[in-house]
């Protein structure tokens, strides 16, 4: 299957500053990628879905202004969580669309102090 | 909402076979099962799907019901590198979103 990376794989950050989140697909190209996220012993929850060359579509809930997505190409999209508080901490997972199948990424785990 | 329901936990012996559940009832006719594992702290992976015909690769073997209500996902010799939450997902084609569940917690004992 596809390989997709993340970075950093881990973070800690002061409230209020930004985080950026890179993902990364190393030998696949995919129009359409999705960010979710994770809370601890709790399921992934669907974020936003973006296709490279549009704006993002965004999950209800989910505010398009706090978590800032560019799908910069067909290899690379990044999540940025911007003035990030206390609650914005979590597991930050991104996947690509394949043929067949989605493609994850191994996480980004963001500590907001 | 996930369409789907699965027992919370699971225990299974290493070596032995692993029969994962999935009930699906309002499964539409073009609608596909998806299987993931999520190993603690890693992003899920696939593990295999189908829509009506039973299903096997190196990883599992996928049993659908006839009527398509339920699956089973089969590990045929578990290893403790099995132990993880295992995701059954429907999802109508590969642009449909994926709405994870609660999934079901497996832990592979020696």
């Known amino acids: 299957g596809a390989v997709v990376s993340q970075h950093p794989s881990w973070v800690i950050c002061k409230s209020g500053t930004s985080v950026k989140i890179e993902c990364r697909s190393l030998d696949f190209q995919a129009t359409t990628m999705f960010w979710y996220r994770q809370f601890p012993k709790q399921s992934l929850m669907l974020m936003a879905t973006s296709n490279e060359g549009s704006k993002a579509t965004y999950e209800q809930g989910v505010e398009k202004d706090k978590f800032l997505i560019n799908h910069a190409s067909l290899t690379l999209s990044t999540l940025t969580v911007t003035s990030a508080h206390p609650e914005d901490s979590s597991f930050y997972i991104c996947?690509?669309?394949?043929?067949?199948?989605?493609?994850f990424g191994p996480g980004t785990r963001l500590t907001v102090l | 909402d996930a369409k789907t329901t699965q027992p919370t936990s699971m225990d299974c012996a290493e070596g032995r076979a692993a029969n994962l559940p999935c009930n699906h009832s309002t499964i539409s006719g073009n609608e596909y099962v998806y299987w993931y594992r999520q190993i603690h702290s890693q992003g899920p992976q696939y593990i295999i799907h189908?829509?009506?015909n039973n299903e096997t690769n190196e990883m599992a073997s996928l049993i659908i019901t006839e009527d398509r209500k339920s699956s089973t996902l089969i590990l045929p010799h578990a290893t403790l590198r099995d132990t993880a939450v295992y995701y059954c997902i429907v999802r109508a084609d590969n642009t449909d979103k994926l709405i994870f569940g609660t999934g079901t917690r497996l832990q592979v004992f020696p």
């Open positions: 189908g829509l009506k």
């Open positions: 996947s690509y669309q394949g043929t067949d199948t989605q493609y």
